[in-house]
């Protein structure tokens, strides 16, 4: 089955518990091949999603050959922020939560998970890219989805800064896209179905790069300032005294491999 139709299914929509009430965030499945028949799998998403953060939730789609009207599995991570494993540098803004426990205990109940998995396999490496690409980000916009049938929101944009460059010196590029409340830990990935430009000219069939995920957006404060800040998630009402820039500012997803040493990998 194409990517495209599948694509819709790799995200989940991240609640928590904090001291300052509730807080919305995206995160995104992603695994580590290690051979033919093993992976690790991994909930990734931004730290400040997760911080300071009691508990967590997630809902999953899921399937049961015993039980055909089961839809959801709702998970509740009890240990919240310390069950996820931050970047060893503090500068970078993700963390990773180990889901293969989780995946263990849902085959002993008999229950499958309907997901979509990124994989290293999909990060840029040495693929033909342009300094400008339209992309896509799926995620929760304001909390905002399918209540019903558990699903995200996918919208569409371009590169603002070339991913074949670091945006100020960081492993990082910007987004042309509205990011609101919600997005933080939103992959942005290309998908290209029918078309699209290679090195030597145009190529056929379908192209599907990871190229990070989201996890904060300049503003313009009173003052006429520009400030960098974290895409929000917090569900209370606030006074919004800063405008939006319509971008996004993307953390490379190159920085997951990262997480291999951690892992023991």
């Not at 996820?84 to 995946?103: K, Q, R, Y």
């Not at 558990?150 to 509205?178: K, Y």
Request: aromatic fraction near 10%.
């Amino acid at each position: 089955m194409p990517i495209s139709q599948n694509i819709y299914k790799s995200t989940v929509r991240i609640e928590s518990d904090t001291p300052d009430g509730g807080s919305v965030g995206t995160g995104f499945w992603f695994l580590f091949p290690i051979h033919e028949n093993s992976v690790v799998p991994l909930l990734v998403t931004n730290k400040h999603v997760v911080r300071n953060a009691k508990q967590t939730r997630i809902r999953l789609n899921v399937s049961s050959e015993s039980d055909s009207s089961l839809r959801f599995f709702d998970v509740n991570i009890e240990q919240g922020e310390s069950a996820f494993l931050m970047h060893p540098d503090a500068s970078v803004d993700i963390c990773v939560f180990v889901a293969a426990p989780l995946f263990s205990q849902m085959e002993a109940q008999g229950i499958n998970p309907n997901l979509f998995f990124f994989s290293e396999r999909n990060l840029r490496s040495d693929q033909f890219i342009t300094p400008i690409e339209e992309v896509h980000m799926t995620g929760y916009p304001n909390g905002l989805w399918d209540m019903v049938n558990n699903r995200p929101i996918t919208r569409r944009g371009i590169t603002a800064s070339s991913v074949l460059e670091d945006w100020q010196g960081r492993p990082e590029f910007l987004i042309d896209m509205a990011c609101f409340g919600g997005s933080s830990g939103s992959p942005v990935y290309i998908l290209n179905s029918g078309m699209y430009q290679v090195e030597d000219g145009i190529a056929a069939g379908e192209r599907f790069i990871l190229l990070g995920l989201l996890y904060a957006g300049p503003t313009v404060n009173v003052n006429g300032n520009i400030e960098i800040i974290n895409v929000p998630t917090a569900t209370s009402a606030v006074v919004k005294t800063t405008l939006g820039m319509n971008l996004g500012m993307v953390i490379k997803a190159e920085k997951l491999i990262d997480f291999k040493p951690l892992l023991g990998l």
